[in-house]
């Protein structure tokens, strides 16, 4: 039976390599984030079971305690999770080959023409998604350590067209150059570039599985009823799902759905709109606020650099809407009733924030997802 080989190298051209040998022997490979301090690699490591590592001097060693993974199983991936433990995701070769296949058509990507630039962290599908994407298309790529502004541009002006970024990201790079850029993680904190393409997707999906809010090739997407699904669910059916979580369990309905966890609706096109987390609703006097939504209304206004809603337990109200910001300005900070005003000219009253708290900072994923408090 295969083995689960973590990858404990730095993201380049070795992690590349010997993601190769892994699955030229038919194991499955587990990228293990490099940032991480020793307690949380080794407490993840031990939920994972590997039977081998290979390190930074591109040795295979042996690990005591492994368990072994079913034969085609390409990756494991630890989700990063904006609450809560993270959970190993396997993904089949078949499902990277689908994936890889829909991302290739849907962005007519040509490996004569083309140059993937893999810049977000290997651990997380955003990063290794691009990773995967260029080796199954034979699509050339060219992989940087870390994040870098000055060293994506560089790579841009040297023939690279396409990119994964997060919106935090985006807003440090020339856009120009890219033939696209595929953008996930949050919403855009602004209005983005033509060649920008939103996604939509989860670690359990592979990645991105809707551009723009258009599911690819092969991808279904449909909202529970509260049969199937919570009610006003997003469901997914796709050939790049996960096969299971490492620890066996398939999180698949009936008929192959996969519940994602988030709000939204299909608009008579078929175009899919994501309101946010169903554990992040605020219920407010009765009335649903999709933080999210909220947030990208606040981060147009001039005075904000950053925005965080949520809500707080309120005896009158329900949940107060509270807008945790980081102003652009702090000798200048946003007033709370031009905050409510400009929420209130595009969205509904009740979605207007009705507390107001200055912070300098707020905690996000690697992934460039808000941490979200668990409800």
């Known amino acids: 039976m295969p083995n689960l ?33 020793a307690p949380a690699r080794a407490e993840l490591v031990e939920a994972m079971a590997p039977g081998a590592v290979i390190g930074g001097d591109g040795e295979r060693r042996s690990l005591a305690g492994g ?11 630890a989700t990063s999770g904006t609450t809560g433990a993270p959970k190993g995701v396997v993904l089949t070769h078949e499902a990277l080959d689908a994936s890889a296949a ?42 940087h350590e ?38 996930g993680g949050a919403a855009p904190a602004r209005t983005v570039p033509p060649n920008v393409v939103a996604t939509y997707g989860l670690t359990e999906t592979g990645g991105g599985v809707v551009y723009d809010g258009e599911p690819l090739d092969g991808v279904e997407v449909r909202t529970g009823d509260g049969t199937l699904g ?5 469901l997914v059916r796709a050939p790049m799902l996960l096969r299971a979580y490492r620890d066996g369990r398939d999180p698949r309905l009936a008929g192959g759905w996969l519940p994602t966890g988030d709000g939204g609706r299909v608009d008579d096109l078929g175009l899919l709109h994501v309101d946010g ?17 909220v947030e990208a209304i606040l981060r147009t206004h001039p005075a904000v650099a950053d925005v965080q809603v949520v809500g707080r337990p309120d005896p009158e109200w329900g949940e107060l809407v509270v807008a945790l910001v980081v102003p652009r300005d702090r000798r200048q900070p946003p007033a709370l009733d031009e905050l409510r005003d400009h929420v209130k000219r595009t969205a509904a009253p009740w979605a207007a924030p009705r507390h107001l708290e200055m912070v300098e900072s707020l905690a996000r994923t690697p992934s460039g997802k808000l941490r979200r408090p668990v409800r």
């Open 5 to 37: 080989v973590v990858l404990d190298l730095p993201a380049g051209d070795a992690f590349v390599a010997a993601l190769r040998r892994v699955w030229e022997g038919g194991d499955a490979a587990l990228p293990l984030d490099p940032r991480l301090p």
């Open 67 to 77: 368990r072994e993974v079913e034969p085609g199983d390409a990756l494991v991936v």
């Open 102 to 143: 829909a991302t290739s058509a849907r962005l007519e990507v040509d490996p004569r023409r083309d140059r993937w630039l893999a810049c977000l962290p290997l651990a997380h599908m955003g990063g290794l998604g691009v990773v995967v994407r260029a080796l199954r298309s034979s699509t050339p790529l060219v992989v």
């Open 146 to 183: 870390r994040f870098d502004p000055a060293a994506v541009d560089e790579a841009a002006r040297r023939g690279a067209t396409l990119v994964s970024l997060v919106p935090t990201a985006l807003g440090r790079v020339d856009a120009t150059p890219f033939r696209r850029i595929l953008l």
């Open 230 to 234: 919570a009610e006003g669910e997003v």
């Open 277 to 293: 987390r169903l554990t992040e609703v605020v219920l407010t006097g009765g009335e649903k606020v999709w933080p999210a939504a």
